[in-house]
């Protein structure tokens, strides 16, 4: 959240348009009209729902995934909770329900069992040109889009920095105060018709976004930036905490708005034995100087995290910049 004022005033929990959305009859009528998703980007093969009204991701999770969510959930719940009534800035993408759904072949007798965790969609009443999924890391952090005809990688849609100030581009319009801001995902209104993916609908990683942005980091207002410093700082300490890894932060170019929609997804897997073991494995043959493998212990994660986040965006003072000089 980079404004709480002004997304508390715009947001749906303060318009008469939105109020509805947050009973509980309104909540299963959008699950009811869930259908199949193919969602770009993970590698873990889970299947994936999508509401038709655009509000909620339906993702199937294993039993272990849904063990470890249970084990944390008082943690989950009560830091949310720390967010929501001190203003504490966060991005991570709200679990808002998780479940196990039970079926029955009355014909073949057989009984089968699934577990289904409820996400909000973060781009929902977005206009999303190019999205990113970024973690930190280089090793296999690279999407090869389709090539055009003059051998270059083609556009996944949205706007295309060129020259110097390519990434100023991403400044938001001057809102009612006169300032510019880079919104998270708390600042979503509007119609699911409203949402627009990227043309091929491919979701980028993190050397996609190195090469997008001619390796230099995407500008950021001092507001902006402060705020999602502060929201990195939060979030991923409290993942460390509770012996998260393997989160990543999915960002947005709303391209109308010229802002980022951003949110820390696919935290619900504990630093395991079987995690332990994948590091052993990966680390195996690696050369001297090669590049860390991916899977490497919650506090280690951590601190890349935020390394990578302090390297991908940069604040750009403006005018209304304080330099606090006496």
């Not at 996944?156 to 100030?165: K, L, M, Q, R």
């Not at 010229?258 to 052993?280: C, F, N, P, S």
Request: aromatic residues 10%; negative net charge; contains cysteine.
């Amino acid at each position: 959240r980079t404004d709480a004022k002004a997304a508390q005033q715009r947001g749906p929990d303060n318009d008469e348009e939105y109020r509805h959305l947050d009973d509980d009859a309104s909540y299963v009528k959008s699950l009811a009209t869930s259908f199949s998703w193919a969602a770009n980007g993970g590698k873990s093969g889970a299947s994936f729902a999508k509401t038709a009204d655009g509000r909620f991701v339906v993702k199937c999770i294993s039993r272990t995934e849904l063990q470890m969510f249970l084990d944390c959930a008082p943690a989950y719940f009560e830091y949310l909770s720390k967010a929501f009534f001190h203003n504490l800035p966060t991005v991570l993408c709200k679990i808002v329900g998780v479940y196990q759904i039970g079926y029955h072949n009355r014909v073949t007798g057989k009984r089968s069992m699934e577990q289904v965790a409820v996400m909000q969609d973060i781009f929902y009443g977005r206009k999303i040109g190019r999205i990113f999924d970024l973690k930190g890391s280089s090793r296999g952090r690279y999407v090869n889009v389709n090539k055009g005809e003059d051998g270059e990688g083609s556009s996944a849609g949205g706007v295309t920095p060129s020259g110097d100030n390519a990434g100023n581009s991403f400044f938001s319009k001057e809102d009612g105060e006169g300032k510019p801001s880079t919104t998270s995902d708390d600042d979503k209104t509007g119609p699911a018709s409203d949402v627009r993916r990227s043309e091929t609908d491919t979701v980028l990683l993190d050397e996609n976004f190195l090469e997008f942005t001619s390796g230099r980091p995407l500008p950021l207002t001092d507001r902006a930036k402060a705020i999602f410093h502060m929201s990195i700082l939060n979030d991923t300490l409290f993942l460390s905490i509770i012996n998260i890894i393997d989160y990543s932060i999915l960002v947005g170019i709303d391209e109308d708005k010229h802002e980022l929609v951003v949110g820390i997804i696919d935290y619900m897997r504990q630093y395991d034995i079987i995690k332990q073991m994948e590091r052993v494995g990966k680390s195996v043959g690696m050369i001297a100087g090669a590049q860390q493998p991916t899977i490497i212990q919650p506090s280690l994660y951590k601190n890349r995290f935020q390394n990578a986040m302090e390297r991908y965006f940069t604040s750009v003072p403006n005018k209304w910049t304080s330099t606090d000089i006496d």
